[in-house]
Structures are given as C-alpha cells and as structure tokens.
C-alpha cells in the first residue's frame, strides 16, 4: 500500500516557466488537498477536492490550478512559475464522514522558482 | 473562519522530562482536533485526533493531548521525553460537521537534549 505518491520530490524552475506536480493516493480516498509549507507560516491550504470532478480554492490559489479527473489524481499546476512559489509542496488525501478521519500526507516536492 | 495557534515556535526539554506543546483554537461549533509530527525532511505523519469523547487522548509513540472546551485548548503532552521526539509538530482543526479542509498551525520545533 503505496499511500499517497508525490513526484518529483525536487525540481528547480526558471522564472516563467510551467510544470505540474504529481500527486497520485491508492486508498481510494473521496478528499485531496494541496498544501504549501514555509518557514514560519505552517501549511497553507492551496486547491483541494471533495470527489472526482470537484475542486474548489484554498487560501492561497493565486498562480496554481488542479483538477481531479480521477479519484486517485490531484495534480497541481504551476501555470508561470515565480520565486514567491519556491516552497515545499505537500498533497494530503482523507476519508470519512466529511473526511473527518485527518489527513495522509505525501512526503513533499521542493520547488525552488529561480 | 477557524483558526489554529501555536503560541512557541521552540519548545526545548532534557531527555527523560515532561513536554507539553500548546495549541489554543478557534471554530464554528464543536471541533475535531489533530496533531502531526514532521521529522527533517519529511511529509507530517498523524500522530493524534480528537473527534468526540473522552477529553485525554492517547496516540502513537506514547504521546497524548488533553482537549479543554472552555479553554479552546489541546495541548500535546508526553511523560517523559525522547531524544527522538525531536521534530517539527503541528496542531489542526476543522468542524466537525460536513466537508471542511484542516487548517494548520505554524508548528512548534520540539528539541529534545541528551
């Protein structure tokens, strides 16, 4: 049981261009979500997914886009990529009654925007 | 909107002593509460949830967390310490009715000496 799979772990972008992250879960989990996490600002909650077919905005979705065409995959996309987006990315899946059974983490991308 | 903080960016101990990490709250309605465990270079790993019940909670790696309503409070706590509890730890809260995404703390580094 593999969890959830985030690829790649690391990549450096020039300014400008355009990459996705991958983010695959098999526990058939209805909920994903992406978080960004920087130095003294905890996790900030980026898109996030109720069921295939369904995303909708976290606190900070300015310069990213999702989409959810499978219950497995979340990818998040990084349309132009800037410094401010250097960061540690984690994508998150849960389950439950209004996912109330907390969070799987994946183990983090860690994008560095030059 | 909820809220989550954690009023210590540090919390040091010497081995073998008690820790305690604070964590006060805020949300619409009853919460349900979490905490997760970030080792160096690595996703958060769940550690604890409150959901309903009995207020002191157990979970893995001998830690536990004592829910207080009127104090909007979950602090983490652990009998005697490890050299190996030494992480980064998050404290997060969601309603507990329908779909909520969890809103993160800014972490508390935990730093255990010998």
């Known amino acids: 049981n593999a969890g959830v799979t985030q690829t790649p772990k690391f990549q450096v972008l020039k300014t400008g261009q355009s990459m996705t992250l991958q983010c695959a879960q098999d526990?058939?989990?209805?909920?994903m979500s992406w978080y960004r996490q920087d130095p003294g600002m905890g996790l900030r909650l980026i898109h996030y997914s109720v069921g295939a077919g369904i995303t909708d905005q976290g606190e900070v979705p300015n310069g990213y886009n999702v989409s959810r065409s499978t219950t497995e995959d979340f990818p998040l996309r990084l349309l132009s990529a800037a410094p401010s987006q250097t960061s540690v990315y984690f994508c998150?899946?849960?389950?439950?009654?209004?996912?109330?059974?907390?969070?799987?983490f994946g183990s983090g991308t860690r994008l560095t925007v030059v | 909107a909820q809220s989550v903080a954690q009023p210590e960016d540090q919390v040091k101990v010497a081995e073998g002593n008690p820790l305690t990490v604070k964590c006060t709250y805020s949300v619409s309605g009853n919460p349900y509460l979490f905490w997760y465990v970030q080792y160096p270079n690595r996703g958060l790993q769940f550690l604890l949830k409150y959901i309903t019940g009995d207020n002191l909670v157990k979970g893995s790696y001998g830690f536990e967390a004592e829910f207080n309503k009127s104090q909007t409070s979950f602090h983490l706590k652990k009998p005697s310490a490890l050299v190996s509890d030494s992480a980064l730890y998050f404290c997060?809260?969601?309603?507990?009715?329908?779909?909520?995404?969890?809103?993160f703390g800014k972490g508390t580094m935990l730093l255990v000496s010998p």
């Open positions: 998150a899946s849960s389950y439950g009654e209004g996912g109330s059974h907390g969070y799987t």
């Open positions: 997060a809260v969601r309603p507990n009715s329908g779909y909520s995404t969890l809103t």
């Open positions: 526990m058939n989990h209805e909920y």
